[in-house]
């Protein structure tokens, strides 16, 4: 399984309401969630269709953040991507 695609990518800017979203190669049984940088905070992600999952994110602060994005699937594959974005005032 692989993490083909995050959204907010790297360097983009954004506002400080964003849905993060990713894509995977995989669709049986994959779950996501994401961590902001420093956080142990996990939270899950809703699945949109069956490779893809979102979660609206709000009030980031301006500056750049870092999220891990992580996912995993019934046969016991995990995967993470990090990305770092441009909140915008």
């Known amino acids: 399984m692989e993490i ?3 959204s907010p990518g790297d360097n983009e ?3 400080s309401d964003v ?9 049986v049984g994959v779950q996501c ?4 940088y420093s956080s142990l ?4 992600m809703e699945m949109i269709t069956e490779t893809t999952f979102a979660a609206f994110v709000i009030g980031l602060e301006e500056g750049y953040n870092t999220i891990t994005i992580y ?5 016991g594959n995990n995967v993470e991507r990090t990305v770092s974005f ?4």
């Open 19 to 27: 849905a993060v979203t990713v894509t995977t190669s995989d669709s």
């Open 4 to 6: 083909l695609s995050v």
């Open 86 to 89: 441009y909140v915008k005032e």
């Open 33 to 36: 969630g994401y961590a902001a």
């Open 71 to 75: 996912c995993n699937d019934l046969y």
């Open 41 to 44: 905070e996990y939270v899950e």
């Open 13 to 15: 800017e954004v506002e």
